[in-house]
């Protein structure tokens, strides 16, 4: 049968959407270990009962299974890791692995010890029930922190990916509705000419993830700006490099891109008005919204055509769905974008895949005519690098005009890859 998969968030591996399919890695019978049954049964099952953070635990469970076998060749872990996961599948409450299941050097085992102690405080305090998939992504953050640390690999993407979650299960006290609305609004300030995050802008992206998580927004504005010394062009660029940089580490921190929405608006709509040519650290910020029209409804997916991505953080993947997006009339492919693409190509490799599509898309903003060309030029643009890095775009669609929010929601200005099998 076709399968699809989505490419999913910076640094992204593929995840298989999931179906009733056998364990197909291109390797002979005699090449695999002897047991490889709860891989398979993995590989090609759904979760089938139980609440939504045992549901969210199989997903996970099962994409770390197919990242240890498909780049890792990690059997014996990848059947234990596919056995937790059948179980979370079925319903049952699967706990963080113990300390004792692995050879964790000892000088390890202090910062690991507290670690597991306080996920399970978070578990025991609500969190799988308040924000489940933070919950499912955290917990089996820690156990690929563990294996890590196990092989040596000590600080490695895993203990970076369950701390980036910590803060998402930290239960917060109730607050007004005032205190909630202020708790939407965020301000990140840079050094003059720079897009560096500092430190303490670093906290406050994580503040943004936390609430975004505990809120359910639906939709994250980004907007950068800058002060009005330089030239409009300059400050334009700059205003969206530090948009970039905010939205780059948003999406490090779990939030899906297909949620952010991203402008650039360079020296205008000042925070402090001020004459040309005056550097005010005011003005040289990135403002963040949580916002959108569907508040109350809950998570919002994000993507107009296919079902969500799934994938994992540290160890293959990052988690909700993956598309290159442009700016506002532009077919132009940047630096960071060739970086992604460079990954995908060799994901589809790795994964066989035997069609890749690219699909184009532009927001509500001129005409049909124009949109419906630049849908193609993007389109066109990112199956042309993806042949360039030596990879194989065999259909190139696209599908013009398209709005979540506003006529210009950056989400809608993308390209979006899918794999066929």
């Known amino acids: 049968m076709n399968k699809i998969i989505r490419w999913v968030g910076v640094g992204a591996t593929a995840a298989l959407a999931a179906c009733s399919l056998p364990l197909d890695l291109g390797l002979p019978d005699a090449a695999l270990p002897s047991d490889v049954s709860d891989v398979k049964a993995i590989i090609g099952s759904k979760a089938t009962g139980g609440t939504p953070f045992t549901k969210a635990l199989f997903q996970e469970y099962q994409d770390y299974t197919k990242s240890q076998i498909t780049t890792e060749v990690e059997w014996v872990d990848a059947s234990d890791t596919a056995r937790k996961g059948l179980r979370a599948g079925a319903g049952e409450v699967v706990v ?18 507290a670690a597991r102690g306080r996920l399970m405080g978070y578990f025991n305090g609500g969190a799988t029930e308040r924000v489940p998939s933070a919950s499912a992504k955290a917990q089996v953050a820690f156990d690929c922190w563990l294996e890590q640390e196990a092989e040596g690999i000590a600080n490695g993407p895993c203990r970076t990916a369950f701390l980036a979650h910590e803060p998402m299960l930290k239960k917060t006290a109730p607050v007004t509705a005032v205190a909630q609305e202020s ?46 010394l330089g030239s409009a062009d300059a400050n334009a660029r700059l205003s969206r490099q530090r948009a970039d940089a905010v939205t780059a580490e948003l999406v490090k921190l779990g939030i899906n891109p297909g949620m952010i929405s991203e402008d650039a608006l360079g020296e205008s709509k000042l925070a402090v008005a001020t004459k040309d040519g005056v550097a005010e650290a005011k003005n040289r910020r990135v403002e963040i919204s949580l916002s959108g029209a569907a508040w109350s409804h809950g998570g919002y997916g994000g993507y107009a055509y296919g079902d969500r991505g799934r994938g994992g953080y540290g160890y293959g993947g990052w988690g909700h769905g993956f598309a290159i997006f442009f700016n506002s009339g532009s077919s132009r492919l940047s630096a960071q974008d060739v970086e992604r693409l460079k990954q995908v190509v060799a994901a589809q490799k790795n994964m066989s895949a035997k069609a890749v599509r690219v699909i184009g898309f532009t927001d509500l903003t001129g005409s049909a005519t124009t949109n419906a060309r630049l849908a193609r030029e993007r389109a066109q643009a990112v199956a042309a690098e993806i042949n360039k890095l030596g990879g194989t775009a065999t259909a190139v669609d696209a599908r013009p005009g398209e709005s979540w929010g506003a006529r210009n929601d950056g989400r809608a200005r993308r390209v979006e890859i899918l794999f066929d099998y």
């Open 96 to 113: 963080p692995d113990e300390l004792g299941s692995r050879a964790i050097p000892p000088a390890r085992i202090p910062e690991l010890t």
């Open 183 to 228: 708790r939407r609004q965020f301000t990140i300030t840079f050094a003059l000419g720079s897009a560096q995050l500092t430190a303490p802008s670093m906290q406050i992206l994580k503040d943004v993830a936390a609430a975004r998580a505990q809120l359910g927004a639906p939709v994250v504005w980004v907007a950068g700006f800058t002060d009005t």
